[in-house]
């Protein structure tokens, strides 16, 4: 990996209709490969699948740390496998780690749940919560999604649907819709995944594609109004990622960045509407504030 220079932390970018700035948060360069992001406000949480990236070896070097806002970080737990979909719930963050979920306390980092999904898949991926007591992850090895059930008897279930998405992966909860917004990584090394969305209020529950755009989708969320989703596209295994808006009402798709990405995973969007990404290929945690 490139050494970085503070000459280098910030990158800016034209975008028709707007600007859209590229910035590195991370102050010194993570060592191995963070896939997923999330936030209490005051630090970043950031799931590192650890070096060689292979994000269903269980191989023990999975890392996740903590951030504060000016981009120093310290090792918050170790040991894991492969952790991704990094979640918070009830003071608690919530990680994907190969077939497990695993449940960590913010004020200490103790092990709280270690939900175990084997041998129903061997690549769990993202998480959402739909509940105070239920989430939702992907297992994008077998295309499904499972119900993770909380509390004092915590079990894992699948959810049942038509059509699966193919290379399941990105997940955002629309409480007020009900809708569960889901988006695929494709298929055998191929870039057709697809976005669009499960109404979970329905008894026959299905996958309702919202665009033909097929692509390496991996990260989603709604924007302020859950009028629009951000997705991210790989594009390819290089320098090449995209951060994509869908408009819900019209189904139109635009591309928000020129400064492209190495490999944008599981983003967020902070409390600004600002996307928060990894770029897992290069190892670093990038800010793109975009304005129109």
């Known amino acids: 990996m490139k050494s970085i220079t503070k000459a280098g932390l910030i990158a800016t970018a034209l975008l028709t209709g707007g600007h859209t700035f590229a910035q590195q948060l991370n102050s010194t360069a993570f060592m191995h490969a963070p896939e997923s992001v999330a936030t209490d406000g005051k630090s970043f949480y950031i799931a590192d699948v650890g070096e060689g990236g292979d994000p269903t070896k269980k191989d023990g070097n999975g890392i996740i740390f903590k951030m504060d806002q000016q981009g120093h970080s310290s090792i918050?737990?170790?040991?894991?496998?492969?952790?991704?979909?990094?979640?918070?719930?009830?003071?608690?963050?919530?990680?994907?780690?190969?077939?497990?979920?695993?449940?960590?306390?913010?004020?200490?980092?103790?092990?709280?749940?270690?939900?175990?999904?084997?041998?129903?898949?061997?690549f769990l991926n993202d998480m959402v919560a739909i509940n105070d007591s239920t989430l939702i992850a992907s297992a994008t090895d077998v295309n499904k999604l499972f119900l993770v059930h909380l509390g004092n008897h915590p079990r894992a279930e699948e959810l049942l649907y038509t059509t699966p998405v193919r290379g399941t992966n990105g997940l955002v909860y629309d409480s007020k819709r009900k809708r569960l917004y889901v988006c695929?990584?494709?298929?055998?090394?191929?870039?057709?995944?697809?976005?669009?969305?499960?109404?979970?209020?329905?008894?026959?529950?299905?996958?309702?594609?919202?665009?033909?755009?097929?692509?390496?989708?991996?990260?989603?969320?709604?924007?302020?109004?859950?009028?629009?989703?951000?997705?991210?596209?790989?594009?390819?295994?290089?320098?090449?990622?995209?951060?994509?808006?869908?408009?819900?009402?019209?189904?139109?798709?635009?591309?928000?960045?020129?400064?492209?990405?190495?490999?944008?995973?599981?983003?967020?969007?902070?409390?600004?509407?600002?996307?928060?990404?990894?770029?897992?290929?290069?190892?670093?945690?990038?800010?793109?504030?975009?304005?129109?």
């Open 76 to 122: 918050f737990a170790k040991g894991l496998d492969a952790p991704k979909g990094a979640f918070l719930l009830h003071h608690q963050l919530f990680v994907a780690d190969v077939d497990k979920i695993k449940g960590y306390d913010l004020k200490d980092g103790a092990l709280r749940f270690n939900i175990d999904v084997a041998p129903a898949t061997n």
């Open 184 to 292: 695929g990584f494709g298929d055998a090394g191929k870039p057709d995944g697809q976005i669009g969305y499960i109404d979970m209020a329905a008894a026959k529950k299905e996958f309702v594609p919202l665009t033909d755009r097929l692509g390496y989708y991996d990260g989603i969320a709604l924007t302020q109004h859950n009028t629009k989703l951000i997705i991210s596209d790989w594009i390819a295994f290089e320098k090449k990622g995209v951060l994509l808006e869908l408009d819900l009402a019209s189904g139109k798709v635009s591309t928000l960045n020129q400064v492209l990405i190495a490999g944008p995973a599981d983003f967020i969007l902070d409390s600004k509407g600002d996307v928060i990404t990894p770029a897992m290929l290069e190892g670093n945690i990038l800010k793109y504030k975009i304005s129109k």
